[in-house]
């Protein structure tokens, strides 16, 4: 048995989640940087059209698909990581159907982003209320959870905003989650040595 195995035995499950989520601190670091970079790039051409935004959306959620199984299968995660995986895959195939079909997709989109921001959101908010005990400042990752389940009310509650508006919204929800999940990720990372 590994030393990190025999560490790992001998930690509460809110002791193995920090551990966990401090080894692999960097995935989350990288989940922002894509968020903002998306959230970014929706603010740089503000005339962009509906189809356009359905192609930055199939970038980011391949990007954020790949990084979320990446997770699942590190471990460490707030949610379980059967859940990551299948929301990793999730953000795959809506990434690649998003560029098979961009036309279809782009009125089912808002729908979809809603109904996987308010699901994430639910799941980072829990997995916040079980590292309470085990770290300062999870008040960040709670942030981050009610954030992205308003996201997602608010784009299911009105899917026909105008598109300019919505790529506002949608920029300024990325840009917001990324930074938040940055700051998490450095905030991890602080206790990667002691996680050791």
Not at 88 to 97: C, M, N, R, S
């Amino acid at each position: 048995m590994s030393t990190n195995q025999t560490t790992a035995r001998g930690l509460g499950a809110g002791a193995q989640l920090l551990h966990g989520l401090a080894k692999h601190w960097w995935v989350l670091a990288l989940r922002g940087l894509a968020a903002i970079v998306f959230g970014v790039l929706a603010f740089a051409w503000p005339g962009i059209t509906i189809l356009s935004l359905v192609m930055l959306y199939g970038a980011y959620a391949l990007v954020d698909g790949v990084f979320s199984i990446i997770a699942a299968i590190g471990g460490g995660t707030p949610a379980p990581r059967w859940w990551l995986a299948i929301v990793g895959i999730i953000g795959i195939l809506a990434g690649l159907i998003a560029f098979a079909n961009p036309v279809l997709v782009g009125f089912y989109l808002l729908l979809f982003i809603g109904a996987w921001a308010v699901v994430s959101g639910i799941f980072e908010i829990i997995g916040a209320v079980r590292l309470r005990k085990e770290i300062d400042n999870e008040w960040m990752l709670i942030l981050h959870g009610v954030i992205t389940v308003l996201f997602g009310i608010m784009l299911m509650a009105w899917p026909v905003t105008s598109a300019l508006a919505l790529i506002w919204v949608i920029g300024a929800y990325a840009i917001a989650a990324g930074v938040i999940m940055i700051a998490l990720a450095f905030r991890l990372k602080g206790h990667a040595g002691r996680a050791a």
